[in-house]
C-alpha cells in the first residue's frame, strides 16, 4: 500500500463510493471504480442505471472548496459537450452534507487545481441518515429494487 492510500482524505473518498454503490444498488442500479490507469482525467465511478451511463468524479471539501486537477475539468467538459453526462459529487463531513454538480463548470484557479464555482446540481444534508434523493443526482425514473 502506497503513503497515498494512507491519508484520510481517501479513506473518506472510499467511503464516500461505498455509500454511493449501496445507494444506487438499492434502486437497481450499478457502479464501477474506474482505475487510475485509464487516464489521469478520468473520472472515478462509472454509474449505470436504466440503461443511462453517469461518469462521476468523487471529492471531499478542502475546507469550503472542491478542487479538480485540470485533467478532470477538461475530461467532464470535453465528455459534455460529446453528450456524456459526467459530474462531481462531493462530500462535506463535517456538516454531512453531500453537493453535486453536473458540468459545464465554472471553475477558478486555486494554485494547481481549479476550485468549482458554479452553483451546485443538488445538494442534501443528512446523508449517512438517507437524506438523499438519488433521483436528483442521477435524473431517471426511480424505483426501489424489489428484488
Do not use: C
Request: hydrophobic residues 40%.
Amino acid at each position: 500500500m502506497n503513503t497515498a492510500e494512507l491519508r484520510p482524505h481517501n479513506l473518506d473518498e472510499k467511503r464516500l463510493y461505498q455509500w454511493l454503490r449501496l445507494n444506487v444498488k438499492e434502486y437497481g442500479g450499478h457502479t464501477e471504480r474506474i482505475e487510475n490507469s485509464i487516464g489521469s482525467g478520468m473520472p472515478d465511478v462509472m454509474v449505470i442505471v436504466r440503461g443511462v451511463v453517469y461518469f462521476v468524479e468523487l471529492k471531499m471539501f478542502v475546507k469550503e472548496d472542491v478542487l479538480l486537477r485540470k485533467m478532470q475539468y477538461a475530461w467532464g467538459m470535453k465528455h459534455h459537450k460529446l453528450g456524456g453526462r459526467p459530474m462531481v459529487l462531493a462530500w462535506n463531513m463535517r456538516q454531512d452534507r453531500i453537493v453535486v454538480w453536473r458540468f459545464p463548470l465554472e471553475v477558478k484557479v486555486k494554485g494547481k487545481y481549479l476550485a468549482i464555482q458554479s452553483e451546485p446540481s443538488y445538494s442534501a444534508l443528512r446523508i449517512l441518515e438517507g437524506g438523499v434523493d438519488l433521483s436528483q443526482i442521477f435524473p431517471f425514473t426511480i424505483e426501489k429494487n424489489s428484488v
